[in-house]
């Protein structure tokens, strides 16, 4: 198997790539135990699509950066390898100092469906001026007294001049969480088209146990024609148990650094296998 992993190439030629395709290593599942791939046997390799996952240390969390060019990624096959690379067993390490029952989950949404300057790399999502935007999320798992982090790009386009504003706005079941307003741009032939508007918030998971997470993203143009706003990016960062279940798990850099670390699934069977594919 050949593969270079996910994401878009650096668009910086000064960046380190990879030259050639990279070997990935894969586990192999001979059900009759004859030496042969063949009928009933099959392999598995851990896999990425074409966008990369990213954790910013800096507002502690995870996101995609989206790669523009392509909505899949490849991977290559061949029969013909002398030197395959094997999936390996490891022990867990009996010395640890740090345990962790938790881990980090993320919910992202970014849409490339606009280009307010029919030019460049930047595409945002549809139009909210009369259509919010739900995010609902039941989550069954948080865990008591972590931190939820909201982190939203909402891109406003109102050219009717810098005495006028509009407004965002934000619920979470119902409840004003966020209310933004944003100056109007000057008409004109060069000026932007659109000004950013960032909503960060920190919220305590020991007030939404019960899982109900249901926000409500709203634009309102307060009578302006010449107004309308896109999304450019939502993601809610936060902590569930470590319940086991057929997905991916994340560990941020903070938890792991400088640690000997432990982690404590429950849901496991005789069967479960857990791959370390950092």
Do not use: C
């Amino acid at each position: 198997e050949y593969g270079n992993g996910g994401g878009m190439l650096p668009q910086a030629s000064s960046i380190e790539r990879p030259y050639d395709l990279q070997q990935i290593p894969i586990e192999m599942k001979d059900e009759n135990g004859d030496g042969q791939f063949n009928s009933g046997d099959y392999f598995i390799f851990f896999a990425e699509g074409p966008d990369k996952i990213v954790y910013n240390s800096s507002i502690n969390t995870i996101s995609k950066e989206i790669n523009p060019y392509d909505a899949r990624n490849y991977y290559f096959i061949t029969s013909n390898e002398n030197n395959p690379k094997r999936i390996f067993s490891q022990s867990s390490n009996s010395t640890t100092n740090v345990n962790f029952d938790y881990h980090t989950h993320f919910e992202y949404v970014e849409e490339e469906l606009n280009n307010l300057y029919s030019s460049g790399r930047e595409w945002y999502g549809s139009p909210l001026a009369g259509n919010p935007r739900q995010f609902g999320y039941d989550f069954n798992d948080l865990q008591p007294n972590t931190e939820i982090e909201v982190d939203a790009i909402i891109v406003v386009d109102n050219r009717s001049g810098r005495s006028t504003s509009t407004n965002v706005e934000l619920t979470l079941n119902g409840e004003n969480i966020a209310s933004r307003a944003i100056a109007g741009i000057n008409s004109g032939t060069y000026v932007d088209r659109g000004r950013k508007l960032r909503i960060r918030l920190s919220l305590n998971s020991a007030d939404y146990l019960n899982g109900d997470l249901n926000f409500n993203l709203q634009y309102e143009t307060n009578g302006l024609t010449r107004a309308e706003a896109y999304l450019d990016y939502w993601n809610v960062t936060l902590y569930e148990q470590n319940i086991f279940e057929p997905n991916q798990f994340f560990f941020n850099e903070d938890q792991i650094a400088n640690n000997e670390v432990s982690y404590t699934f429950s849901g496991l069977t005789s069967s479960s296998r857990i791959w370390n594919v950092t």
